[in-house]
């Protein structure tokens, strides 16, 4: 039998155990008990709660804390991912990451530009262990959001797979996952790092001028 207890367990970055995740988790299932129910009642909590925002990311050890995003009250897909994690482990739900590279084909020029690629790796989700197996959640774009981009919010019903919009809103393409770089108990970090500066090298500290240059954030570290 798996041992699950990696996947419950508070850790460096997703700390269960932090009062205000605990808080959180509980005020957004209310007497709610069943747990795949519980797990939606998160998903939307997560979902809107925090509005989506890729373009202030802290790499930093503490900046990748569950407990961190919660406080800023923003945060892009991994920092969602992970406060939906910790929120999950409060309620005894076990949770872990999966990270997969995908192209973003509308509504996101400006991203785009700040990353010089039309890719964009290690987008992160959440997979839960709900019913006998793990299901696949993104809360990652808030319900606002989606409106402005012209495509229906992700929903998330706790049995299937919930990954990302295959469509826009006119029936185009949006979302195309291109990469999967497998499952984690706990965010990476070392390894996200890795990744992301070989795909956007000008995003880093070291770089921190040229970027400046062209008007774009370096990652925070």
Same mark, same amino acid.
């Given at each position: 039998? *798996?041992?699950?207890?990696?996947?419950?367990?508070?850790?460096?970055? /997703?700390?269960?155990?932090?009062? !205000? %995740?605990?808080?959180?988790?509980?005020?957004?299932?209310? @007497? #709610?008990?069943?747990? /795949?129910?519980?797990?939606?009642?998160?998903?939307?909590?997560? =979902?809107?709660?925090?509005?989506?925002?890729?373009?202030?990311?802290?790499?930093?050890?503490?900046?990748?804390? +569950?407990?961190?995003?919660?406080? =800023?009250?923003?945060?892009? &897909?991994?920092?969602?991912?992970? #406060?939906?994690?910790? &929120?999950?482990?409060?309620?005894? %739900?076990?949770? =872990?990451? $999966?990270?997969?590279?995908?192209?973003?084909?509308?509504? @996101?020029?400006?991203?785009?530009?700040?990353?010089?690629?039309?890719?964009?790796?290690?987008?992160?989700?959440?997979?839960?262990?709900? !019913?006998?197996?793990?299901?696949?959640? @993104?809360?990652?774009?808030?319900? *606002?959001? &989606? *409106?402005?981009? !012209?495509?229906?919010?992700?929903?998330?019903? $706790?049995?299937?797979?919930? %990954?990302?919009?295959? !469509?826009?809103?006119?029936? $185009?393409?949006?979302?195309?996952?291109?990469?999967?770089? $497998?499952?984690?108990?706990?965010?990476? =970090?070392?390894?996200? %790092?890795?990744?992301?500066?070989?795909?956007?090298?000008?995003?880093?500290?070291?770089? +921190?001028?040229? +970027?400046?240059?062209?008007?774009?954030?370096?990652?925070?570290?």
């Amino acid at each position: 039998m *798996e041992d699950f207890s990696k996947y419950l367990d508070a850790t460096a970055f /997703v700390d269960s155990d932090n009062p !205000n %995740i605990v808080a959180f988790a509980y005020k957004a299932v209310g @007497t #709610i008990t069943n747990p /795949v129910e519980q797990a939606v009642k998160l998903y939307y909590a997560v =979902r809107d709660k925090f509005p989506y925002n890729p373009y202030e990311v802290d790499l930093s050890e503490h900046g990748l804390k +569950a407990s961190t995003a919660m406080a =800023r009250g923003y945060g892009y &897909c991994v920092e969602k991912a992970n #406060i939906m994690a910790a &929120c999950a482990r409060v309620l005894g %739900i076990p949770s =872990r990451f $999966g990270f997969a590279d995908v192209k973003n084909h509308v509504g @996101t020029g400006k991203l785009m530009q700040v990353l010089q690629s039309d890719v964009m790796a290690l987008h992160g989700y959440v997979e839960l262990y709900l !019913n006998g197996k793990w299901v696949k959640a @993104t809360p990652a774009f808030n319900k *606002e959001l &989606c *409106e402005k981009l !012209n495509v229906a919010p992700l929903e998330f019903n $706790g049995v299937d797979d919930s %990954i990302f919009q295959e !469509n826009d809103g006119e029936g $185009g393409k949006f979302m195309e996952y291109v990469y999967y770089h $497998g499952t984690y108990p706990d965010l990476p =970090r070392e390894y996200m %790092i890795q990744v992301l500066r070989n795909h956007y090298p000008h995003l880093f500290p070291e770089d +921190a001028e040229a +970027a400046a240059n062209m008007g774009a954030a370096v990652f925070k570290m």
